[in-house]
């Protein structure tokens, strides 16, 4: 017996309403993207001080004037290491994300290897709703450059109540719109993609195929949770791999932003997979940031060593008493 769903309506941020709580978690303020860069350089940080201490120790001979100089500069050069972490954008997740490889109804995507995914099973709870975002980290692009990715839209969902999918590019720069390049709806009838009631998407988006019916059937995919193997009625199932192109106009600097919404209750959940992210046919970073040290860090980092080295031939010149 198929269990009784409250009425759905279809999500504010995709109707053009205001609703901030739903549209954040869709398109996140900026400051979400840096919490995960900044715990791990903050860890990297303090490494790397304790490195410097034991060094001076060691090259030093327990000299304190010389430890206390090479401390205080390592200190400095830790805060402005800090500050280019602090200035840049790493990827991150409300809701439930994740990674998989070949799965259930969702196969290895067109370019090979694991794909990942947002999935409402486990999402972000918002008046009796589920959402999940993924959002890449930031990518400068000048015009005339090809963004391409492959996503796959399945939902246990069906009948009268829609749940929903879209990929948006978010602008980082002032004075710059959001471009919608994907949109997805559960349906009993007609296409699956692009999503009905929703956005149109940009001018110059390509979608191969152009438009999906869903594959009819119960979807087994781990990623929808208990949900998996399950259909609430006509329209759930998956639309295969889809691949989305499209070209920019002008240069600017954007995040692409995945979402997935399970509107008017939390369970019968849906899942967006997407593999594949490249600008000119180079893979686009958004595994939550790296610990590897950026160029500029790494050069304030070396020049810090070079002032150990310094300081400790200072002090093997230095008249003894």
Request: aromatic letters at 10%; a negative charge; glycine letters at 12%.
């Amino acid at each position: 017996m198929l269990k009784k769903k409250t009425h759905r309506r279809r999500p504010t941020f995709l109707t053009g309403s205001d609703d901030t709580a739903v549209s954040e978690i869709f398109t996140p303020p900026k400051h979400r993207s840096h919490s995960t860069v900044i715990n791990q350089w903050h860890a990297f940080m303090a490494y790397y001080l304790l490195a410097i201490m034991l060094f001076a120790f060691l090259t030093n001979e327990g000299n304190y004037t010389t430890m206390k100089k090479i401390l205080s500069y390592s200190v400095v050069v830790a805060v402005l290491a800090c500050g280019f972490a602090e200035s840049a954008s790493a990827s991150s997740c409300l809701g439930n994300c994740g990674t998989l490889g070949a799965d259930g109804v969702v196969t290895a995507p067109p370019n090979g290897g694991d794909y990942q995914y947002v999935s409402t099973d486990g999402g972000a709870a918002i008046n009796g709703s589920s959402f999940s975002s993924y959002v890449t980290d930031s990518f400068s692009v000048s015009a005339g450059d090809k963004l391409q990715f492959f996503v796959n839209y399945v939902t246990s969902d069906g009948g009268a109540h829609v749940d929903y999918a879209d990929v948006t590019l978010r602008p980082q720069i002032a004075g710059f719109d959001y471009i919608k390049l994907f949109t997805a709806s559960t349906t009993p009838a007609g296409d699956t993609v692009p999503g009905f009631g929703q956005e149109d998407l940009a001018a110059g988006v390509v979608l191969d195929p152009a438009s999906t019916p869903i594959i009819p059937g119960a979807p087994e995919w781990s990623a929808l949770g208990t949900s998996s193997g399950t259909c609430y009625d006509d329209g759930c199932g998956y639309t295969g791999w889809i691949s989305v192109e499209y070209i920019f106009t002008e240069a600017s600097t954007y995040t692409l932003n995945f979402g997935v919404a399970n509107i008017g209750n939390t369970s019968w959940d849906s899942g967006l997979a997407f593999a594949g992210i490249t600008l000119n046919g180079k893979p686009i970073e958004g595994g939550g940031g790296s610990t590897v040290p950026e160029p500029a860090t790494l050069t304030l980092m070396l020049a810090s060593l070079g002032l150990v080295g310094a300081l400790r031939r200072r002090n093997k010149k230095a008249p003894t008493a």
